[in-house]
């Protein structure tokens, strides 16, 4: 299959788009234009792949996990260690490049939105490193859930802003987050977190998470020799799992599965398997797979990774799923905490608990595969920041 791009609207097939008030088009508009531009620029790359070595510390490592593979006893399995990354995960490879950009277009002020907090800190961070203004937006429920990272993004001198309307999590920040940016275009850039919402987002975010696959296919060539099986990776709104994915779509024996926050299971709708449903609807500036009632309100819901707990998912996911190229499970709450436990124990790896849902997935599916199998599974970020919440997941139900 031909790599999916989108068409100048930003549809991926049936999905994604620009759904956004009219006082937001023409910023959009330009950042496309912009984005578009600065892409081709060999400058720009030098500059970003400056910094993603230098401060970032990539390549991160594809490490052969041994004792997880002895363990299973049957594919051989790599882990990309994106928890490696200054900050801790993948999303500082969004938010370099981001400010790259910001910083072209003569931008003095970001804004960000948050969940768990990590979007929030690797924002917070580039933006102390080249000077800028940095506000964050972030749900007060969150801001007491994740005291730390607020803590860790004040210390970076970033603004945290409570948002305390609706549910006060994720989307409500990223609402208030809009409407910041539609009062302050001029000077101001907004770094979103994943590729979620209106286009270039979904794109711009891809492209500058893609540099994990790239990595990863030459790192899995240099070791073996050849593609791998199947590439497993975790999905909040998509972005750590699209930028494994994408340098691989072409390669058509190569399976690609994504794994949701299936909470406490799909019954009762406490999760955020958003495949799982099956509704489409549109969020936040984008057509996609969204949790909703009947009437179409959208759904509460639930996991115990902040990072993957949000109603949609990224449009190209969308497509992707549709055209059968990548397929989508989920794994729930408790068996996310026992693929945290296995990985820590077997190969000293903390994982994110984000990323503790994709070991879980090849946990609950070794026995699809063969000695003969090569599997890649991305460890999106480290499980420093989910101690606490473990400790006490664990006091109510072990
Ligand atoms: C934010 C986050 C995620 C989920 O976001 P995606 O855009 O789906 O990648 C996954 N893992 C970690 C460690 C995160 O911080």
């Known amino acids: 299959m031909k790599a999916t791009q989108p068409d100048s609207h930003g549809h991926f097939g049936a999905y994604g788009g620009m759904f956004v008030p009219e006082t937001l088009m023409e910023p959009l508009n330009e950042l496309t234009r912009f984005y578009k531009e600065v892409r081709k620029d060999p400058e720009f790359k030098k500059e970003l792949q400056y910094y993603l070595r230098e401060y970032v510390g990539r390549p991160t490592p594809l490490y052969y996990a041994e004792r997880l593979t002895k363990q299973l006893g049957t594919a051989k399995i790599y882990l990309k260690r994106e928890d490696l990354c200054h900050t801790g ?93 539609v009062t302050n275009i001029r000077s101001t850039h907004y770094i979103l977190g994943s590729a979620l919402g209106s286009h270039p987002y979904p794109m711009m975010v891809r492209d500058f998470q893609s540099v994990i696959g790239k990595e990863a296919r030459q790192q899995i060539l240099k070791a073996e020799g050849r593609l791998p099986t199947g590439i497993i990776a975790c999905i909040g709104g998509g972005s750590n799992a699209i930028g494994l994915f994408h340098p691989f779509i072409k390669d058509d024996d190569v399976r ?40 179409g309100q959208i759904a509460l819901t639930h996991s115990i990774s902040a990072g993957l707990d949000y109603a949609a998912v990224g449009p190209e996911h969308s497509l992707l799923r549709d055209l059968g190229r990548a397929e989508y499970s989920y794994v729930t709450d408790e068996e996310a905490v026992d693929g945290f436990d296995k990985l820590s124990q077997w190969e000293g790896i903390l994982p994110a608990l984000e990323s503790s849902h994709a070991v879980a997935w090849i946990l609950k599916n070794a026995d699809q595969f063969t000695k003969d199998d090569l599997l890649i599974i991305n460890v999106s970020g480290r499980g420093d920041k989910d101690v606490m919440q473990l400790a006490e997941w664990k006091k109510k139900n072990q």
Do not use: P
């Open 256 to 295: 690609m599965i994504g794994v949701e926050a299936g909470g406490f299971g799909i019954e009762g709708g406490m999760h955020a398997a958003r495949f799982a449903e099956d509704k489409i609807g549109i969020l936040q500036g984008t057509k996609t797979y969204v949790l909703q009632d009947d009437d």
């Open 89 to 181: 995960a993948h999303k500082i490879n969004n938010s370099m490049g981001q400010i790259l950009l910001a910083k072209r277009m003569g931008k003095k002020r970001i804004i960000a939105e948050t969940g768990a907090g990590q979007h929030g800190v690797a924002t917070a961070t580039v933006c102390a490193m080249f000077d800028m203004e940095c506000v964050i937006y972030m749900g007060a429920v969150d801001m007491e859930r994740q005291a730390l990272n607020v803590f860790r993004m004040e210390s970076l001198g970033a603004k945290v802003v409570a948002v305390t309307v609706g549910q006060q999590t994720l989307k409500e920040a990223v609402n208030e987050a809009m409407r910041d940016w």
